[in-house]
């Protein structure tokens, strides 16, 4: 999972202290990152570069920890409606099934499922749920 924050917004206040707060709890580092962006102007193109910090969970607890918080205080954003496929992306890694031929084909349906998701901005739930906050409940026994 990947927490990311401007490094400065528009009042040029710094997220420095709080990222790095967020790094220091799930035991990762805090990352710079900068990219380009490009703006579409009338008849041409402007680029900026956006400096960001970014944090990146790669354990099962620092994941679970993530995932709970989002759980018990959701977003409104593409975590929001990907948190589904994070309980079940979490399942496969606590289980150690990402390892077999079905869980790495199963670890590759879910990443489809949050590209598609990302990009498309609508939300797939997995399972037979008919409500988002009853398939979390249902599903995130651990």
């Known amino acids: 999972m990947r ?23 799930l035991s990762v580092p805090l990352r710079k990152r900068e990219r380009s962006r490009r703006l579409v102007l009338k008849n041409s193109y402007k680029y900026s570069i956006e400096k960001s910090y970014e944090v990146r969970s790669g354990s099962y607890i620092a994941n679970y920890i993530i995932i709970s918080y ?6 409104f954003g593409y975590k ?9 992306l979490l399942k496969l890694t606590k289980n150690k099934e990402y390892k077999l031929d079905f ?7 879910l990443k489809d499922i949050l590209q598609y998701q990302y990009s498309s901005n609508k939300v797939i739930l997995i399972g037979n749920s008919l409500s988002h ?5 249902k599903n995130f026994p651990f």
Request: charged share 20%.
């Open 3 to 25: 927490l990311s924050q401007k490094q400065v917004d528009k009042k040029s206040n710094s997220y420095f202290h709080i990222m790095s707060e967020i790094s220091s709890f």
């Open 70 to 75: 989002l759980l018990k205080h959701p977003l």
């Open 80 to 88: 929001f409606s990907a948190i589904s496929v994070y309980v079940e």
């Open 103 to 109: 869980g790495l084909d199963k670890l590759n349906q």
């Open 133 to 137: 906050p009853i398939h979390i409940i």
